[in-house]
């Protein structure tokens, strides 16, 4: 699986909005699915993350830039009669 996702395309405001609909929801949930048909990324954004936001207006053309970071926590559970790998926490 590819560690990178991109998409690009020409939208307008109402299939726009179903997308950051779409983006909220998972929010809610706890669990974001993304994927291009090729790859596909299931997200699980922790409690706390950073969010930026930018706008820039140059030559006509406004660009608004929405972005998510958070740290991914392994989960990784292995159960093997009684053996059993859980990551620390802090």
Same mark, same amino acid.
């Given at each position: 699986?590819s560690k990178e996702l991109?998409?690009?395309?020409?939208?307008?405001?109402?299939?726009?909005?179903?997308?950051?609909?779409?983006?909220?929801?998972?929010?809610?949930?706890?669990?974001?699915?993304?994927?291009?048909?090729k790859d596909q990324f299931?997200?699980?954004?922790?409690?706390?993350? =950073?969010? #930026? %936001?930018? +706008? @820039?207006?140059?030559?006509? =053309?406004? #660009? %608004?830039? +929405? @972005?998510?970071?958070?740290?991914?926590?392994?989960?990784?559970?292995?159960?093997?009669?009684?053996?059993?790998?859980?990551?620390?926490?802090?």
């Open positions: 699986m991109k998409h690009e395309s020409i939208e307008n405001c109402e299939s726009a909005v179903q997308y950051l609909k779409a983006i909220g929801e998972g929010f809610e949930k706890g669990q974001l699915v993304l994927g291009n048909g299931l997200l699980e954004p922790s409690d706390r993350l =950073k969010m #930026k %936001v930018k +706008v @820039k207006r140059k030559n006509g =053309k406004v #660009k %608004v830039s +929405v @972005k998510f970071i958070w740290n991914e926590e392994a989960d990784i559970k292995v159960f093997n009669n009684d053996f059993q790998l859980i990551p620390e926490t802090a």
